[in-house]
């Protein structure tokens, strides 16, 4: 297992082809839900095996792509996790910053709307984007996304990717997602082939560097981009 140093304030990128449980696993093994059974996994040089789990998982928040949500009221299903006396101030200040506060205050009783059993009154982007919220009521330190936007349309994509770029604000973030459109924007992508890191980088670098990343990508890209070879044939007519 690759032990994980996330920077201070950087947002990271993971594309595998591998089954979406294995990409799951690498986000569980940050708070120690998993535990490796070789290596280690640090945050800040620190070993996540040792000291307080409690005070780890208080600190790392993840977002599932199979959203819970209870029959109780919106408030009460953000507040889920947060320590008591989560204001309703602090709810809404959440949920504005994913994009759901408008949605929110939009439904019959606002905050104290009544959910039906898993949301099932909502789409899945307002579902989405209340686990962002929820997620950010405890204003963690680190936090871990799994694949939020794969199943909404275009629209609610976009409306995401916002609620996404402010919520990673001044945190460190993972991302497993099979977007290009998420992933060119990440700071250091992980590239994950049956189970085993194929290569790592900015999207640039694995364009030019990695053949996995490049055949999945290249495709859907306006223009071919060169290879190692391509590129070295270029130096040498220079």
Known sequence: MRRV??????????????????QSTLLHLLNRTYVPDAGR???DG???????????????????QDVVLFSRTIAENLALGAERGAGRAR????????????????????YDTVLGERGVTLSGGQRQR???????????????????????????????QRAMRQAAAGRTTFLVTARLSRIRAADHILVLDAGRIAGQGTHEQLLRNCPVYRRIFTPYLDEPVPGPRTLDAEKESR
């Open 130 to 160: 209340l686990a962002i919220a929820r997620a950010l009521v405890t204003d963690p330190r680190i936090l871990a996304v799994d694949d939020a936007t794969s199943a909404v349309d275009a629209v609610t994509e976009h409306e995401l």
């Open 91 to 110: 709810l809404e200040a959440a949920a504005r910053t994913a994009q759901a506060h408008a949605f929110i205050t939009a439904t019959e009783h606002g």
């Open 5 to 22: 140093v996330p920077g201070a304030r950087r947002q990271h990128g993971r594309r595998g082809r591998c089954h979406r449980q294995r």
């Open 41 to 43: 996994v640090s945050i």
């Open 46 to 64: 620190v070993p996540t095996t040792e000291g307080d789990t409690g005070s780890l998982r208080s600190q790392i928040a993840v977002v599932e």
